[in-house]
């Protein structure tokens, strides 16, 4: 039996042994989150492989459903797969009604057209729809949909608050704006879920018209109440207060903070084009230096301290890493090979999974292993599983 015990409590142990509980002191830096997120939609923005953007979507629901925890915004991941799935929808009915740029010979259906006046040359509604123009949008909204999920993985991962404390001080005002926009969604979706079940529970319907109606209009007033509550907040703690700063200062912060843009425009569109090989990095080097040194110096109008400030740790580097590993590797394999990662639709070809390029995919299920585990799956995995049955007494034992 207790051969048995210690089988169920090894993945347990070795689950810990990988990645600790998570606690205050070693939490994961949000940015790490965002860090692997966005290099995850960088991967999907390079393919329109549906099977590679199905691999990329698989490995972020893998790593969402292993270490997100109970929070509001974790909740929210549910709400960005079924955007995503809306926009896979939206995308192929523009493609059947208004038609597509891909000539194809294969005819799915020809639509009643309308006709337009000459000045809408090019555009047409209705006509043929062929089964090559409807795969090329397929594609498209699969890939904008991977892009939608991995975003979505980033806000159920990453802590919103926590997140604003690690913004430069230079930031920090606009920050909570994304911030509180960001927290909007998941709060209306718990309002929304809370007060069906509760209607539920009464034995009201919570569908059709009458329902939306009934639902909408309790959360509109707490979406109303939340907001005045978080503005007397902000108020009592002297929100939008800076320090008094040289008008020598603010220039440089000015110069610093706009011509390091404008470097980093520059330089990526250098990196993007053929001809701006040369300066191309280069500007984009000096460009995020002077953006750098102007948040930098910003930060001096800020009269704000931080307690506990969230280190960026080994496992915050490992995180960060594995998102970035795959985005440089499914963009080095869209310029070696870019007909695994491009399947074509003129003449329609079946996509077939890459080889390299899935294996580097696979490196962003790193964080599923090394991202220290919330407390309540810690305590899940923790916990031996009870296989034995006892036997009930007999009557010779009771005697």
Request: net charge positive; charged share 15%.
């Amino acid at each position: 039996m207790r051969d048995l015990t210690d089988h169920a409590r090894a993945p347990g142990l070795l689950r810990r042994r990988l990645a600790p509980e998570a606690h205050r002191s070693n939490a994961l830096h949000p940015g790490a989150w965002w860090v692997w997120a966005l290099g995850l939609g960088t991967a999907a923005s390079r393919t329109t492989n549906p099977l590679l953007i199905a691999l990329l979507i698989g490995v972020a629901g893998y790593v969402v459903a292993a270490r997100r925890t109970s929070a509001p915004w974790a909740k929210s991941y549910g709400a960005f797969v079924k955007l995503a799935l809306l926009v896979i929808g939206i995308r192929l009915v523009f493609a059947v009604v208004l038609g597509s740029p891909i000539p194809g010979t294969h005819v799915i259906v020809t639509l009643p057209e309308v006709p337009l006046p000459g000045w809408a040359k090019g555009v047409r509604i209705g006509g043929r729809v062929t089964a090559e123009g409807v795969v090329f949008a397929l594609y498209d909204g699969i890939r904008l949909a991977g892009l939608l999920i991995c975003v979505g993985a980033a806000n159920a991962l990453a802590s919103p608050s926590r997140l604003l404390k690690s913004l430069p001080g230079a930031l920090y005002e606009v920050g909570v704006a994304v911030v509180v926009a960001m927290t909007f969604a998941p709060n209306l979706i718990a309002d929304v879920r809370r007060l069906r079940s509760a209607r539920r529970l009464r034995g009201r319907s919570d569908s059709g018209v009458r329902g939306l109606l009934q639902v909408g209009l309790p959360v509109l007033e707490g979406a109303l109440e939340r907001s005045v509550a978080l503005a007397a907040a902000m108020d009592a703690r002297g929100f939008g207060r800076t320090a008094a700063v040289s008008a020598g200062v603010r220039r440089a912060i000015a110069v610093l903070t706009l011509g390091g843009l404008m470097g980093v425009c520059v330089g990526t569109y250098g990196l993007l084009t053929a001809q701006g090989g040369s300066y191309g990095l280069p500007a984009l080097v000096a460009g995020l230096l002077a953006a750098l040194a102007g948040l930098r110096l910003g930060g001096r109008r800020a009269v704000r301290t931080r307690y506990r400030p969230d280190r960026w740790g080994v496992r915050a580097w490992l995180v960060a890493g594995s998102g970035v590993a795959v985005a440089g590797l499914v963009i080095s394999a869209a310029s070696s090979d870019p007909a695994a990662l491009h399947p074509g639709v003129v003449p329609l070809v079946a996509p077939q999974l890459p080889l390299w390029p899935a294996l580097a995919v696979l490196l962003g299920l790193l964080p599923a292993f090394v991202a220290p585990v919330p407390p309540e799956d810690a305590a899940r995995a923790e916990k031996p599983a009870d296989t034995t049955n006892p036997s009930p007494t007999s009557p010779e034992e009771t005697s």
